[in-house]
């Protein structure tokens, strides 16, 4: 988790305001959160890919993404700033095919400097190592399949609850009228100690606990019930069958973190698999 040297960020931040400007939009972008479930989804079709392509197409080309991955966690916040990010292969025991994806998207030294510039609840760490995850690329190559819009990073801080990761996303909501599109990528439920690989190819099984979890999550999702989404770990033993441990579960609330009033609310790819883990995506705005 090597930070970006000195040397040289005087030259990037000169290019801030330059580069705000390029990022001035009249139109609100909206918010995605997506359900990557497994790697191999980078590379199959079925009907989670194509919901990933369909809801890409419903709106404009964003000038620039921000993902936060369920697979990068630190202490402290991040952010990717180098301009050709790595394409990450953090999975072990899959076809060589997947091993061999490339997503060379150009990242944003700059993008990554006016995130660090709008959150003033923490300090915002520039990082030159990490790359884009398979929680990133495998999702992102389905909506920008050239690889042509720029991409960084945000990692999620582990040491940290639920609220503290609600508050600095809300920060974040500058981005979202500058042509931004923010994506918190990973699962609603989320519980690979359970999954049911002898039905891994049952469309929909699902655990009646991961039902529950998941319906529970949608009606506080529709509500506009963040506040209960927050406080995840009092909702009951079906939410923590559902999130074991909080990384998946987290880039849902910063997605929901950026909704406003006015914002339309879309639920796709709304299915489970292999009985503890659920796919369900959102669209907000």
Avoid: C
Avoid at 40 to 65: L, S
Avoid at 116 to 127: A, F, G, M
Avoid at 191 to 211: P, S
């Amino acid at each position: 988790m090597a930070t970006l040297p000195l040397s040289g960020l005087a030259q990037k931040t000169s290019s801030l305001y330059k580069f705000s400007a390029e990022l001035e939009s009249t139109d609100k972008f909206p918010v995605l959160f997506l359900g990557h479930g497994s790697p191999m989804n980078a590379i199959e079709d079925n009907e989670f890919v194509q919901g990933f392509k369909k809801i890409g197409q419903t709106f404009q080309r964003p000038k620039a993404i921000l993902v936060v991955s369920a697979h990068w966690e630190t202490r402290g916040t991040f952010v990717t700033a180098m301009e050709h990010p790595a394409t990450i292969h953090d999975f072990g025991g899959f076809p060589q095919a997947l091993f061999d994806v490339q997503y060379p998207a150009p990242g944003s030294p700059t993008l990554a400097l006016e995130t660090q510039r709008i959150i003033s609840k923490t300090e915002v760490h520039l990082d030159d190592k990490w790359g884009l995850d398979h929680g990133s690329w495998s999702v992102v190559k389905h909506l920008y399949p050239n690889a042509d819009v720029p991409i960084i990073q945000m990692s999620i801080d582990y040491t940290q609850p639920a609220s503290y990761h609600y508050e600095i996303a809300q920060q974040l909501l500058e981005l979202r009228k500058k042509g931004v599109l923010i994506i918190g990528s990973g699962n609603m439920v989320h519980n690979l100690r359970m999954v049911a690989w002898d039905k891994l190819d049952t469309a929909g099984y699902a655990y009646e606990w991961a039902t529950i979890a998941n319906e529970k999550m949608k009606k506080f999702i529709q509500d506009s019930n963040h506040q209960a989404l927050i406080d995840f770990r009092q909702q009951g033993k079906e939410f923590d069958l559902a999130i074991p441990s909080p990384e998946h579960y987290l880039p849902l609330i910063y997605a929901l973190a950026l909704q406003e009033k006015n914002d339309d609310l879309l639920l796709f790819n709304d299915n489970s698999v292999a009985g503890s883990l659920t796919m369900t995506s959102l669209k907000i705005g």
